[in-house]
């Protein structure tokens, strides 16, 4: 089993830059596909970001593709999301997630085994 914690939320201004980080503990971190969800008030969870056990591969939305940056740090046991040029739709709780089956970066939550408790992004115009 692996335990994530994220950090780095917060409220921004428009246009402004944000970096989260996923502290992961328990099992090896290289062993899991890592990716960031978000979910806005009212809405379902979507997927934002994802990236495969050594982080040489990524995957994004569309919404945030060009502005927003996976990474994986094997070494430190952390994931992160930059975010940039960000907007008042990007205002959501963010989550970190893994699994450690497949051999592809999943979109679909349902197929992340953990998951963080979740951090809070609120961009204001």
């Known amino acids: 089993q692996v335990q994530l914690v994220e950090s780095g939320g917060g409220l921004v201004q428009a246009g402004g830059s944000l970096r989260l980080s996923c502290t992961a503990s328990?099992?090896?971190?290289?062993?899991?596909?890592m990716a960031w969800f978000r979910q806005a008030p009212g809405k379902e969870r979507e997927f934002v970001a994802g990236t495969t056990r050594s982080g040489s591969t990524t995957d994004y939305a569309a919404s945030v593709k060009g502005r927003f940056t996976i990474s994986k740090d094997n070494a430190k046991s952390t994931g992160y999301l930059q975010m940039n040029n960000l907007t008042s739709e990007d205002t959501a709780v963010y989550f970190c997630?893994?699994?450690?089956?497949?051999?592809?970066?999943?979109?679909?939550?349902?197929?992340?085994?953990?998951w963080g408790q979740g951090t809070q992004v609120t961009v204001s115009s």
């Open positions: 997630a893994a699994h450690g089956r497949g051999l592809a970066i999943a979109t679909d939550a349902g197929r992340y085994e953990y």
């Open positions: 328990g099992r090896t971190f290289s062993s899991y596909f």
